[in-house]
């Protein structure tokens, strides 16, 4: 017999309550944002390498002024970042971010109307730095801080990985404008790209999770918005010298000024000239730096579900050894074209190329707590005069030697004490 139930005449089954959908939580839209953001101002990153040999031959500039010009913006970029951390926390994400974008806009665009060097230093080291210090790697330390609790190392391995996803987006443009039509339009094309994101940014950028009633992701608990931090100067100073007093931090600033110093002071500044160097056309050279783009993002990410998982500093050794291990052989792989094994190169580098980020984040976040995000910014601005002084260098080697040989073997070297630096960085106990 069938089994019936007792319902009222001409009654029905009652419908199914309606389930609803989970949204994903905001914070992944804020991550999206960013990464966004990132990519439409890391334009400004991949002109310096292609502007070497276009202003050389143009005004007979030599390639140790125009490596100072870059090596000021790498100098700045990284001093500026520390306060721009502070900043965010006095007047919010979305008004930092969008000043900045719209400096380097400024600093770039008025370089197609320079005629003399020091004008050079001044909008493309000058403005452009400070613009571009302001939307630093300090920038996602902060997004993720504030908006993650769970997954901060995939998130930041993932947001890292979008100023190499803007490098494979525009390298290969920028190259092919540079060869067709002159350096000035790729110079205009890099600041319409930081204005494009402007309006992206003040309209779906939102500073913290409580702005739209939510708490971070993976937190238990609602997390009110802390009030404006007054002194940003002062709070960014005091970090400083309160870090400066422990073990870590100039061992984490050595070991972030030696990985600027090998890629954007290095590779993405020279990598260009030394392969134009062995007749290498500039375009494939740059189609290179983008393939190092593709594999950057892949290991960057890579990194931070590692981080999730593994010891940072163990990390930190083996990436910086792998990385002058590769920098050791490439002085033997440059030639007039692409053979297999400069591509393993460059897949090989590429995946290590800032994969040391997620790492050195969450350490500064593991010893110096709420105030990781603005010692992770002095420790970015080490990782900067390390590219500053390489930038500089390189081209006064290049200039004194007529070959890049003597900087690759020396970074190689310096690779090699960053991770036996990354070693000894002690443990914090938990508290």
């Not at 002062?234 to 990985?259: D, E, H, K, Y």
């Not at 740059?286 to 931070?304: E, M, Q, W, Y």
Request: hydrophobic share 55%; net charge positive; with cysteine.
């Amino acid at each position: 017999m069938s089994q019936t139930t007792d319902l009222p005449l001409g009654a029905t089954d009652p419908a199914p309550a309606p389930t609803r959908r989970r949204r994903p939580h905001r914070a992944w839209s804020v991550a999206a944002v960013t990464f966004l953001t990132l990519i439409g101002a890391a334009g400004f990153a991949s002109l310096p390498g292609l502007l070497i040999e276009p202003l050389h031959a143009e005004f007979h500039w030599s390639r140790g002024t125009i490596g100072f010009a870059v090596s000021v913006n790498l100098a700045l970029y990284g001093l500026t970042a520390p306060f721009a951390a502070a900043l965010m926390d006095r007047f919010g994400i979305r008004r930092v971010v969008a000043a900045a974008l719209t400096l380097i806009a400024v600093g770039a665009g008025l370089t197609v109307f320079m005629t003399a060097d020091w004008q050079l230093v001044l909008l493309w080291g000058v403005l452009v730095g400070l613009g571009s210090g302001s939307m630093a790697l300090a920038f996602a330390a902060t997004v993720t801080g504030r908006w993650f609790v769970a997954r901060r190392g995939l998130v930041t391995g993932i947001l890292t990985a979008g100023g190499a996803s803007g490098q494979l987006v525009f390298l290969p443009l920028l190259s092919w404008i540079v060869d067709r039509h002159d350096w000035r339009p790729a110079a205009v094309t890099v600041a319409l790209a930081a204005l494009a994101v402007v309006p992206l940014v003040w309209l779906l950028l939102r500073d913290h999770p409580s702005d739209v009633g939510l708490a971070p992701y993976g937190a238990t608990e609602y997390v009110p918005k802390p009030p404006p931090q007054q002194g940003a100067a002062r709070r960014t100073v005091r970090a400083l010298l309160s870090a400066a007093c422990t073990g870590p931090f100039w061992l984490l600033a050595g070991t972030f000024a030696i990985c600027g110093a090998t890629t954007n002071g290095l590779v993405k500044t020279h990598f260009m000239p030394a392969a134009h160097d062995h007749g290498m056309p500039m375009t494939a050279a740059a189609s290179l730096l983008a393939v190092i783009g593709i594999f950057d993002i892949a290991g960057t990410v890579a990194s931070g579900w590692f981080t999730d998982r593994f010891d940072a500093r163990r990390l930190l050794a083996v990436y910086y050894g792998l990385r002058g291990a590769s920098l050791m052989f490439l002085p033997l792989l440059l030639a007039d074209s692409v053979h297999p094994p400069m591509v393993f190169f460059i897949v090989f580098y590429g995946l290590d190329w800032v994969a040391t980020v997620p790492p050195t984040i969450a350490l500064c976040r593991e010893h110096y707590g709420a105030d990781g995000a603005i010692v992770f910014g002095w420790v970015l601005a080490a990782h900067q005069v390390g590219a500053a002084l390489i930038a500089f260098l390189g081209g006064l080697a290049r200039d004194a030697f007529g070959t890049y040989d003597p900087v690759w073997y020396a970074s190689g070297a310096l690779c090699a004490a960053a991770a036996l630096m990354a070693l000894v960085i002690r443990r914090r106990k938990p508290s």
